[in-house]
């Protein structure tokens, strides 16, 4: 039979993520440290919406960029949250950030582009860039620099077929942000070479000690800038699959076309309910997200200092709710501990080659979990750890 897979789709590899999670659901006793998912149930208002969207019968299609209410209330938050200006007729509302995500790049990607990802980066991002014809470039932004992008790093990695780099800060899988005044240290590099930006910001209103910064809030960076943003991870709204898109005009024109020929639009029932979240929490100071990410903040700062002072030696994240310890100390590289910390002690985490070659001798651990999860999860891994020096001692004898 004649093969009939695309070569785009055939080199492409499945996410590492999703192994370790299908793994854990044959595991009864084993502890999740690797979904990146809140632990919280969707606030009652939020969900309340949805169930009376469905009650009232309101089961139709909607316009192709969304309801126009939460266009503008999607508009109202970027303005006052993070001091970014996008017109409602310039936001697209999507099923999920990912879909925003597929968007920006179908709709300025072309074959040969190169499209640089921040290595350290997200899963996905890779993949979806072979799939739309460019080329993934990687660039290492490693533990030593705080996981950021500098403008040396991001100089060296720009050739003239270069078009656009993906940036994702609060970042996922190491919890870096960037600084205002780290973002401005590369806007003359960007401008420079007149790159696209498409930033993702899923993580933005999960950011501790600080406000997020945005690039498309720093004067005609908006002209250059692809803002993806979502309810799944601040408002726990995951399986909702809500998200939206803001872009300069002529890229956002070439998405609703993309996006009415893919999708067509986000589910309504969804969008009620994300008109609650942000109505209610433009009402309240998003007070049910202060309490989210606080009870984040608390664990954050106890996993890493219990990383820390098991000798697996970890960065501090400062945004969105990943640990992204070292476990080179054990002589080990993260795949081969992920895999033997699941074996024998039932916890599953997510080797950090996953996100990249700069994770080769890391693993990402989600503490989107209960503390008492967290607690159980780090006596296995003490217990671990153990074993691994005690066989190392015996094999040294």
Not at 27 to 34: E, K, V
Not at 154 to 167: D, G, M, N, S
Not at 193 to 218: K, N, W
Not at 355 to 373: D, I, L, N, P, Q
């Amino acid at each position: 039979m004649r093969d009939f897979l695309a070569k785009s789709a055939r080199s492409i590899k499945p996410s590492g993520i999703r192994k370790y999670f299908d793994l854990v659901e044959t595991l009864p006793d084993a502890i999740s440290l690797g979904v990146g998912e809140p632990d919280f149930v969707t606030p009652w208002d939020v969900r309340s919406a949805g169930i009376r969207s469905l009650q009232k019968g309101y089961t139709q299609y909607t316009g192709n960029r969304g309801l126009a209410e939460l266009r503008q209330l999607i508009s109202r938050y970027l303005e006052e949250r993070f001091s970014v200006c996008y017109p409602p007729d310039r936001i697209i509302v999507t099923v999920g950030a990912s879909e925003g995500i597929d968007l920006a790049l179908r709709a300025t990607c072309e074959a040969g582009d190169e499209i640089l990802l921040p290595d350290p980066a997200y899963v996905s991002y890779s993949p979806i860039v072979t799939l739309c014809g460019g080329v993934p470039v990687s660039v290492t932004c490693g533990a030593e620099n705080g996981f950021i992008l500098t403008p040396e790093t991001l100089e060296a990695a720009i050739t003239p077929r270069t078009k656009a780099i993906l940036l994702a800060y609060p970042n996922n899988p190491t919890g870096a942000i960037m600084t205002k005044e780290q973002l401005e240290k590369i806007v003359p590099v960007i401008e420079k070479h007149d790159l696209l930006v498409i930033s993702d910001e899923i993580y933005a209103d999960l950011t501790y000690g600080g406000t997020h910064c945005s690039l498309a809030a720093m004067g005609k960076l908006s002209e250059r800038t692809v803002l993806i943003g979502g309810f799944s991870k601040a408002f726990a709204m995951t399986g909702w699959r809500i998200g939206f898109v803001c872009a300069p005009a002529e890229i956002d024109g070439a998405m609703l076309k993309i996006h009415q020929y893919t999708t067509l639009c986000a589910p309504r029932v969804s969008q009620h309910a994300a008109i609650a979240a942000l109505s209610g929490g433009m009402r309240d100071g998003f007070a049910s997200v202060e309490k989210m990410r606080s009870e984040y903040d608390r664990r954050r700062r106890f996993l890493v200092n219990a990383f820390n002072e098991l000798g697996l030696t970890c960065f501090e994240p400062r945004g969105a709710f990943y640990a992204f310890p070292s476990v080179k100390s054990t002589g080990l590289d993260g795949e081969a501990f992920a895999s033997a910390l699941l074996t024998q002690e039932r916890v599953a985490v997510v080797p950090g080659v996953a996100f990249g070659g700069c994770g080769k001798f890391h693993v990402r651990c989600s503490y989107a979990t209960a503390m008492s999860e967290l607690d159980e999860a780090l006596r296995r891994i003490s217990r671990f750890l153990e074993n691994i020096a005690k066989n190392r001692a015996e094999t040294e004898k």
